[in-house]
C-alpha cells in the first residue's frame, strides 16, 4: 500500500511537470504582449524596455522556461501583474470560495446521482427511470452558461425565491475568515445569518455546477447496479431468503459504488473547470472567475499559477479516489 | 402427492430474448421425499438450473414460469406471499453454486456471510450468530477463526465450496439443492467435497438435489436419478434401475459412454446436437436423435408414465399405443 501510494505520487510529480510545460509554452507562444496590455499601447518605449527587463521577458524562452520551473520548485507562482501580489496569495484568497462551491455541488451531486441512479436500476423501465434518463441527458447536453442563465431567469428574476449573483446580501455581515469557506466560517463563528444568505446564494451556482455531474453519476450508478445485479452473489443472497431491499442495500449498493467513486473523482475535476464559467455567471469571488479575469488583461504568472494549481487540485482528486477504491473494494488491497 | 418432500407439476417456464422465445421447461415433473437423494442429469442447457432455481422460487426477468406449481411440503410456491417465500428460502430450502468464489459477495468477509444465513434462519441478530458461525466453519473442516476473517478472493475454489456449504447447511434445511458442486474445482478437490457433503448430510438428515455431469458421482451419492432431455424429465427412477435397466432411449445413449457404476466418467452427448430451445421439435423432444422414432413422436409430447412399479419415463415405447418395443 505504501509503495503503491509513493508509486501514484511520483506519477502525479509528472503529470504536473507536464502541465507546467504545457501551459508554460501556450501562455508564452501565443502572440500577445502582456507588457503592451499592462502599460497601456502608448507608453515611452524606455518605459516598456525596463518593464520586460524587470518581468525578465527579455531572456530567452529557455532561461524564462528555467527560471518558472526554479521557482515552482521553491513554491513560487510569480508575481500577479495585476494585483502586484505573489500568485500564491492571491490563489490562497480565491480558491476556498472555489473549493466550497465544488465540495457543495459534488454532495449534492452524489446524493441526488446516486440515488436516481438506484431508483433507475430496482425499476427499471418505470417511470423513475425514464425521468432520471430525461434529466440526465439534458444534463449531459445542456451548456453550463445556458442552463445557468435559465435557473437565474427563472428563479431569480421572475420567482425571486433566490438571490442572483455574489456569495452574500449586500447588507449582510461576512463572518471572520477563518478557512475562506464562507459556510463553514459562519458555522465555526456562529453567525447564523451569514449561514442561511450564504446557503440561498450557493445553491443556484452549485445546481448549475453539479447537474452534468449528477447526469452521469446518475447513468453510471444505473448501469453499475443491474451490472452487479446479474451477479453470482447476488442470486445467492436471495437464495438465503433476504429480503429485496437488503439484497440491495446490504448486498448490491457496496459492490455498485466502486466504478462510481473513479467517475466521482473525475467529476470533481471536471467541476473545477466548470468552475471558470460558473463564477463567471454568478460573480462568484473564487479562483475560475479569477483566472478568467487573468485571461483577460493577459496577467500571464496568474493563468500559469492558476492553472497549474487546479491540475494538482486534480491529481489529488484523483489519488484520493484511488485510496477510496482501496477501502470499498478488498481485492484492490496490496 | 407423489412426494412428501416436493413435488412439481407440469412445470413450464420460458425466457424472453432478443433472439425469441426460449421454452426452457415444457411440463417439468419432479417429486422427492424427505431425506430422499435425487440426482438430476442431463446436457448442459436442458433445464436442471432452471428447474433448481423454479424450486427456490428465483424465476426473475427475462425468465416466467407461465404453467405448472411447485408444491413444497404440500403447499403451493404460487400461492405462497412473498414473506412466506423469504422464509422458506432462508429456513427450509438451501443452495450451493457452480462457482463458489463467485457466488460469494466479494466485499463482504466470510464470517459475516455465513452469520447472515444464521441470522436468517434463527431470527437472531447477526452479531449473536458468531459462536455459530465458527461451529459451522469448523464442521466444514476450514480453520474456523482465520477464514470468518476472509474475503471470497481470498479463499482457493475448495475452500469458498466449503464456506458455501457451511453457510447452505446452517439452517439445517429439509432440502439442499446441489447445482454442480464440483464441476468448477480440481478433481481431488472434487473427491473431498462430495465425501463432506456425504458425511453432513447423512448426520443433519437433510433431502438432497445433486445436480451433476458425472454419472459416477450421481451414482454413489444418490438414490433416485432423474434424467433431463431439453426441458422435460424424461425418464425417473431408482439409480439401479436408472443404471442396470434404462427405458428411455435418451438414457440408454448417456449411458453407453459409461461402462461400469462407480466408474468416474464425463457425460458425453449422442450424435445429433442439442435442440434450439426457441424452435424447439413438436412433440417428444427427442425425435430428431431418436434411433426409435415413429410417426406420432413428433406429433404430440409423450407423457411421463410409471412403465414398471417406481420406474417413470416419457416415451411411447412404453405406452399402451406404442407400436414396437425397442431392443
Ligand atoms: N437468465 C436466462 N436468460 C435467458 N435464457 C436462459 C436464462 N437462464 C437459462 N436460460 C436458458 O434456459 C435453458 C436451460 O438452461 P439451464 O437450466 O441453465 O441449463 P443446465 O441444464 O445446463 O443447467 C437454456 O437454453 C438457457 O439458454
Ligand atoms: S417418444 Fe419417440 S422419439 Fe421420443 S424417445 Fe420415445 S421413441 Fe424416441
Ligand atoms: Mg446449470
Known amino acids: 500500500m505504501g509503495r503503491y501510494v509513493l508509486r501514484r505520487l511520483l506519477l502525479m510529480v509528472l503529470v504536473l511537470f507536464g502541465v507546467s510545460v504545457i501551459v508554460f509554452f501556450i501562455v508564452h507562444v501565443i502572440p500577445a504582449d502582456p507588457v503592451g496590455a499592462l502599460l497601456g499601447g502608448n507608453a515611452p518605449p524606455q518605459l516598456v524596455d525596463q518593464m520586460k527587463h524587470q518581468l525578465g521577458l527579455d531572456k530567452p524562452i529557455w532561461a524564462q522556461f528555467g527560471d518558472y520551473m526554479l521557482g515552482i520548485l521553491h513554491g ?27 465540495i457543495f455541488s459534488i ?51 421572475i420567482l425571486g425565491w433566490l438571490p442572483g449573483t455574489g456569495q452574500l446580501s449586500l447588507f449582510t455581515i461576512p463572518p471572520h475568515r477563518i478557512t475562506g469557506m464562507l459556510l463553514l466560517d459562519s458555522i465555526l463563528t456562529g453567525n447564523w445569518e451569514a449561514f442561511r444568505d450564504g446557503l440561498a446564494h450557493i445553491i443556484l451556482p452549485a445546481a448549475v ?12 450508478t444505473r448501469a453499475s447496479m443491474l451490472d452487479v445485479l446479474r451477479q453470482d452473489f447476488i442470486r445467492t443472497a436471495k437464495a438465503k431468503g433476504l429480503s429485496g431491499r437488503v ?33 463567471t455567471i454568478f460573480g462568484w469571488p473564487g479562483l475560475g472567475r479569477y483566472i478568467v479575469n487573468a485571461l483577460l488583461v493577459l496577467d500571464y504568472p496568474a493563468i500559469m499559477g492558476g492553472t497549474l494549481f487546479i491540475a494538482l487540485m486534480y491529481s489529488l482528486a484523483n489519488l484520493i479516489v484511488d485510496l477510496t477504491y482501496a477501502v470499498l473494494d478488498p481485492r484492490m488491497r496490496i | 402427492m407423489r412426494g ?28 422427492m421425499n424427505h431425506e430422499e437423494r435425487l440426482g438430476l442429469i442431463g446436457e448442459t442447457g436442458c433445464g436442471k438450473s432452471v428447474t433448481s432455481l423454479s424450486i427456490m422460487g428465483l424465476i426473475e426477468q427475462p425468465g416466467e ?5 411447485v408444491y413444497f411440503e404440500g403447499k403451493s410456491m404460487q400461492k405462497m406471499s412473498m414473506e412466506e417465500l423469504h422464509d422458506m428460502r432462508g429456513k427450509k430450502i438451501s443452495m450451493i453454486f457452480q462457482e463458489p468464489v463467485s457466488a460469494l459477495n466479494p466485499v463482504m468477509r466470510i464470517g459475516f456471510q455465513v452469520a447472515e444465513s444464521i441470522s436468517r434462519a434463527k431470527d437472531i441478530k447477526i452479531k449473536e450468530a458468531y459462536p455459530e458461525v465458527l461451529k459451522m466453519l469448523e464442521l466444514v473442516g476450514l480453520d474456523s477463526k482465520r477464514t470468518a476473517s476472509l474475503y471470497p478472493h481470498e479463499l482457493s475454489g475448495g475452500m ?29 478437490i472434487q473427491a473431498q467435497i462430495m465425501e463432506l457433503l456425504d458425511e453432513l448430510v447423512r448426520e443433519m438428515g437433510n433431502a438432497v438435489i445433486l445436480i451433476t455431469h458425472d454419472m459416477g458421482v450421481a451414482a454413489e451419492f444418490c438414490d433416485k436419478i432423474a434424467v433431463m432431455y431439453a426441458g422435460n424429465v424424461v425418464e425417473r427412477a431408482s439409480t439401479v434401475d436408472i443404471f442396470e435397466e434404462p427405458l428411455h432411449p435418451y438414457t440408454k445413449g448417456l449411458l453407453k459412454a459409461v461402462p461400469k457404476i462407480g466408474q468416474s466418467k464425463e457425460l458425453v452427448g449422442i450424435t445429433g446436437t442439442v435442440p434450439d430451445l426457441v424452435n424447439p421439435p413438436t412433440g417428444c423432444r427427442f425425435h430428431p436423435r431418436c434411433p426409435y422414432a415413429m410417426n406420432k413422436c413428433s406429433q404430440k409430447m409423450p407423457p411421463l408414465i410409471e412403465a414398471k412399479p417406481g420406474h417413470h419415463v416419457a416415451c411411447y415405447l412404453y405406452t399402451q399405443e406404442g407400436e414396437h418395443n425397442a431392443n
Open chain 1, 107 to 157: 454532495i449534492i451531486s452524489v446524493a441526488l446521482g446516486v440515488v436516481l441512479g438506484i431508483l433507475s436500476a430496482v425499476y427499471r423501465n418505470s417511470w423513475v427511470d425514464h425521468f432520471s434518463r430525461i434529466f440526465s441527458i439534458l444534463g449531459v447536453s445542456m451548456p453550463v452558461f445556458w442552463t445557468g442563465l435559465i435557473l437565474l431567469l427563472i428563479f431569480y428574476y
Open chain 2, 4 to 31: 412428501d418432500l416436493l413435488d412439481v407439476r407440469e412445470l413450464k417456464v420460458v425466457f424472453y430474448t432478443y433472439r425469441g422465445i426460449i421454452k426452457a421447461l415444457n411440463g417439468v415433473e419432479l417429486w
Open chain 2, 160 to 188: 469458498a465450496q466449503r464456506a458455501m456449504i457451511a453457510m447452505a447447511l446452517s439452517s439445517n434445511p429439509k432440502l439442499l439443492i446441489a447445482d454442480e458442486p464440483t464441476s468448477a474445482l480440481d478433481v481431488t
Open chain 2, 65 to 69: 414460469i407461465i404453467s405448472g406449481d
Open chain 1, 247 to 279: 439484497v440491495i442495500y446490504r448486498h448490491a449498493l457496496k459492490n455498485a459504488l466502486i466504478p462510481v467513486v473513479t467517475l466521482i473523482g473525475l467529476t470533481f475535476g471536471s467541476l473545477l473547470e466548470g468552475a471558470v464559467l460558473t463564477e
Open chain 1, 209 to 220: 455546477l453539479g447537474y452534468s455531474a449528477t447526469a452521469s453519476i446518475a447513468r453510471i
Open chain 1, 76 to 102: 513560487n507562482l510569480g508575481i500577479s501583474l495585476k494585483s502586484n501580489r505573489p500568485v500564491t496569495q492571491d490563489i490562497a484568497e480565491y480558491f476556498p470560495a472555489t473549493l466550497e462551491l465544488a
